[in-house]
């Protein structure tokens, strides 16, 4: 069974730095693609930014480019997302779903990154 | 940049169809995949490739495609459907795109 368990959100001052992590199992984690989605209190989703199976190749949206970088550690089956220079803008529930094939798509329940003084 | 347009609300009364469009450029290129979200949980995949149904997904829900518009079609409503809808393609950059969301109220 596909489990994914977002954590590290919490309240940060603005200007501040979090780190999430997503911890990955019931997949050969390091075949797929993993993404960060976020959704803001009461709006839409946002593709935030992705990175291939190996980790060679990262994407991010504009809105984050410069301010966060996302990695993965395979051999712990582990997605991060390092966030600095937080805005309010920033404050949102933190997903990271996976696409593991045709239909396959999985989700967390999220961690919630709230920035604010 | 991509951009998918869905129109923000949708109301039917239960056991009549609920169509939601979803348009942008980037569908005449890249499939669709329409997921359903409710109140305080987790997006849910219910098509993908366009018109394709996840296993456990009930057949009342089927998507279908025309040029550079998608339509995520629930064939008789229940209450349970209400919930807020996305539609999302996967972009050249594998940076993928979500409408904007759509509010399917079922009353």
């Known amino acids: 069974e596909v489990q994914l368990v977002e954590s590290g959100g919490g309240l940060v001052q603005p200007g501040g730095s979090l780190r999430l992590s997503c911890a990955a199992s019931?997949?050969?984690?390091?075949?797929?693609?993993m993404s960060w989605v976020r959704q803001a209190p009461g709006k839409g989703l946002e593709c935030v930014s992705a990175?291939?199976?190996?980790?060679?190749?990262?994407y991010y949206a504009d809105s984050v480019k410069g301010r966060f970088t996302i990695s993965r550690d395979n051999s712990k089956n582990t997605l991060y997302l390092q966030m600095n220079s937080l805005r309010a803008e920033d404050t949102a529930v933190y997903y990271c779903?996976?696409?593991?094939?045709?239909?396959?798509?999985?989700w967390g329940q999220g961690t919630l990154v709230t920035v604010s003084s | 940049s991509y951009e998918l347009t869905q129109p923000s609300s949708v109301s039917v009364s239960p056991g009549q169809t609920a169509r939601i469009t979803c348009s942008g450029d980037?569908?005449?290129?890249?499939?669709a995949r329409w997921f359903q979200q409710k109140p305080g949980q987790a997006p849910v995949l219910v098509i993908y490739?366009?018109?394709e149904r996840p296993s456990g997904i009930p057949e009342r829900f089927s998507g279908s495609s025309s040029g550079t518009t998608v339509t995520l079609t629930i064939s008789g409503a229940q209450v349970e459907d209400e919930a807020d809808y996305y539609c999302?393609?996967?972009?050249?950059?594998?940076?993928?795109?979500f409408g904007g969301g759509t509010k399917l109220t079922v009353l």
């Open positions: 779903p996976v696409v593991t094939g045709e239909g396959g798509d999985y």
């Open positions: 019931g997949f050969t984690f390091s075949s797929y693609a």
């Open positions: 990175i291939s199976g190996s980790g060679g190749t990262t």
């Open positions: 980037v569908l005449g290129k890249k499939y």
């Open positions: 490739k366009d018109n």
């Open positions: 999302y393609s996967a972009a050249d950059n594998n940076l993928g795109v």
